[in-house]
């Protein structure tokens, strides 16, 4: 076994470890106003969105996370399984390790195999270049790709990368990809300078994958041994202050979250904000590990029910009717929209 293949399995089992059902990621500094009246039916609620050319029924998918090991493999067939009965999109983990070693490609093509029609994203570091982030899409013959970023990461993990010159790989894998291209963080959130960056490299879809949910520093510096870097772990923006980062640029670029979204209410609050597509990651790992793939589908069949009541509740028939509605924002949120300059 290859130490990346190790540190698959390994990222698995720590973020099953850490996993913590209540979310940090900022929903909770967010709240809807009640209105009473809403004249609509649930059979009138339409979930469906698109990345570019990529409609989708829900606006929820499966989350960048695995592949690449034995073990990874099992999971992805059954994520893709998952995938394919609930009608949702699935990212696999990076494929990276499968470039480097061929004899693990079938941990992510394996995806496809199991759901020939499905939606399906690749995913790479943005250390990649253009001939990778093909081959990448190869693989599984996907339909858009996922460009990670996560510095903090690299940094903490002693066998991390040291040099960070991305911008050139993202504007050319932007460029001469056929598929949409997807720019992602890992945890760590994004600001609206990072976003500015990837908007003038012509990048079409943002994920700001904000801080509290899966923490990256937390398992990365668990990987160390020594907790020594164990200072970091409170880095990044939140998955609201990045949205509210994302607000200049929400006519400009397809905004997607991710990271900390644990119930529909913070989904729907997501999209309130601008998102227009959620990831979800460590939940649907830890609930198909812990109860299985049936309860898993339940779980996802019960998120899309919950997102859609709250839909009915708010009186928004659609994904553009809920991003007109204004949520009121804590006293925190006020005073980081009011000195980050941003407009909401
Ligand atoms: C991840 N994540 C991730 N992201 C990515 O772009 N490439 C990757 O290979 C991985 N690997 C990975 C493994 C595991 C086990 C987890 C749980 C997560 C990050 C993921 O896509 C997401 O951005 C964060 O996990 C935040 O979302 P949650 O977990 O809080 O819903």
Excluded at 312 to 323: D, H, M, P, Y
Aim: hydrophobic residues 40%; negative net charge; charged residues 25%.
């Amino acid at each position: 076994v290859s130490i990346q293949s190790h540190r698959k399995d390994e990222h698995v089992s720590l973020a099953i470890k850490f996993y913590n059902k209540t979310s940090h990621a900022g929903f909770d500094q967010l709240r809807f106003v009640h209105q009473g009246i809403p004249e609509i039916s649930l059979d009138d609620i339409d979930t469906s969105t698109t990345i570019e050319n990529i409609k989708m029924d829900f606006p929820i998918y499966i989350e960048a996370m695995t592949g690449g090991s034995e073990y990874t493999k099992k999971l992805n067939q059954k994520l893709a399984r998952i995938a394919k009965s609930t009608g949702i999109a699935m990212a696999t983990g990076s494929q990276s390790v499968a470039l480097k070693d061929d004899s693990v490609a079938s941990s992510f093509e394996i995806v496809r195999e199991t759901n020939p029609n499905g939606i399906v994203f690749s995913n790479l570091s943005a250390s990649a270049d253009v001939s990778r982030a093909k081959a990448a899409v190869k693989m599984m013959n996907s339909d858009a790709i996922e460009i990670h970023i996560n510095t903090p990461q690299e940094m903490i993990m002693p066998e991390g990368d040291r040099e960070f010159n991305w911008i050139k790989n993202i504007k050319s894998i932007q460029e001469e990809l056929a598929c949409p291209v997807i720019v992602k963080e890992v945890g760590f959130g994004m600001s609206k300078e990072t976003i500015q960056q990837l908007v003038d490299a012509g990048v079409k879809n943002i994920n700001i994958s904000g801080k509290g949910g899966t923490s990256f520093s937390k398992i990365e510096n668990y990987r160390r041994k020594k907790q020594e870097m164990d200072y970091l772990e409170d880095w990044g923006q939140t998955t609201v202050e990045s949205l509210l980062e994302a607000q200049p640029f929400k006519d400009k670029t397809n905004i997607i979250a991710s990271g900390g979204i644990r119930t529909p209410l913070d989904a729907v609050k997501a999209i309130a904000l601008g998102a227009n597509s959620v990831g979800i990651a460590a939940p649907i790992l830890y609930s198909l590990i812990k109860n299985g793939e049936e309860e898993t589908i339940e779980f996802i069949n019960d998120f899309i029910y919950g997102m859609k009541s709250i839909m009915t509740v708010l009186g928004t028939k659609n994904l553009s009717e809920l991003q007109s509605k204004k949520l009121i924002l804590s006293s925190d949120l006020l005073s980081y929209v009011s000195q980050r300059g941003l407009p909401y």
